[in-house]
């Protein structure tokens, strides 16, 4: 069982940037893999970025590649989301999932634990 709790977030203008970090409970952060995947209104949740804990691989959407960058610390049982370079497009609540680490790692269906979600506005 895995707990996770967000923090991060907020408001900011269109080329500014914001970190998102995700914080486990248990002593078994560093098997699973991790991923960020983003709500719209109106909008099904969409995958953001994964981050194997095997391997370090990173996926990503194409579009925050560039922009954005997921990583993980399993010393202190945290992952992040840097966001640069946001636009008004990126507004959602954004989440955090834990799962296996295994294949595939890009659909939120496969993911077994989330985050409360925190919500990201860019202002035009």
């Known amino acids: 069982q895995v707990q996770l709790v967000q923090s991060g977030g907020g408001l900011v203008q269109a080329g500014g940037s914001l970190r998102l970090s995700c914080a486990a409970s248990?002593?078994?952060?560093?098997?699973?893999?991790m991923a960020w995947f983003r709500q719209a209104p109106g909008e099904e949740r969409e995958f953001v970025a994964a981050i194997s804990c095997s391997t370090g691989r990173t996926w990503y959407a194409g579009s925050v590649k560039g922009r954005f960058t997921i990583s993980r610390d399993n010393t202190k049982n945290t992952m992040y989301l840097q966001m640069n370079s946001l636009n008004p497009e990126d507004t959602a609540v954004y989440y955090c999932a834990a799962k296996g680490d295994s294949y595939p790692y890009t659909r939120k269906n496969e993911y077994d634990y989330w985050g409360q979600g925190t919500q990201v506005t860019v202002s035009s």
């Open positions: 248990g002593r078994t952060f560093s098997s699973y893999a």
